[in-house]
């Protein structure tokens, strides 16, 4: 059974910095894409980040170069560097695999 499982969500001031961890268990092949979704109170789920095996990225039009995502195919395991971090970046952010598998989401608050 595949499962995703994120850490690294926190409370942080506004301008600070977080860096949050997915890894995968119960895979055999390894996983075609991986990313970062994220839902903030009364909203809809929207992405954050993509990247595919061989490394390629895309971003939600509002991260504008303060976050990187990045992968180690080797540990089945997904990453979110996020920088500049802003009140409104307040959500869970849930790791995604293949369109299909999700993790259970970590919080990320950002509140002076």
């Known amino acids: 059974q595949v499962q995703l499982v994120e850490s690294g969500g926190d409370l942080v001031q506004p301008g600070g910095s977080l860096r949050l961890s997915c890894t995968a268990s119960?895979?055999?092949?390894?996983?075609?894409?991986m990313g970062w979704y994220r839902q903030a109170p009364g909203k809809e789920r929207e992405l954050v980040a993509v990247?595919?095996?061989?490394?390629?990225?895309n971003y939600g039009d509002f991260v504008r170069g303060r976050f990187t995502i990045s992968r180690d195919n080797a540990k089945n395991a997904v990453y979110l560097q996020m920088n500049s971090l802003k009140p409104e970046d307040t959500a869970i952010y849930s790791c995604?695999?293949?369109?299909?598998?999700w993790g259970r989401g970590t919080r990320v608050t950002v509140s002076s």
């Open positions: 995604n695999a293949d369109s299909y598998y």
């Open positions: 119960g895979i055999i092949f390894g996983f075609n894409t």
């Open positions: 990247i595919s095996r061989s490394g390629r990225t």
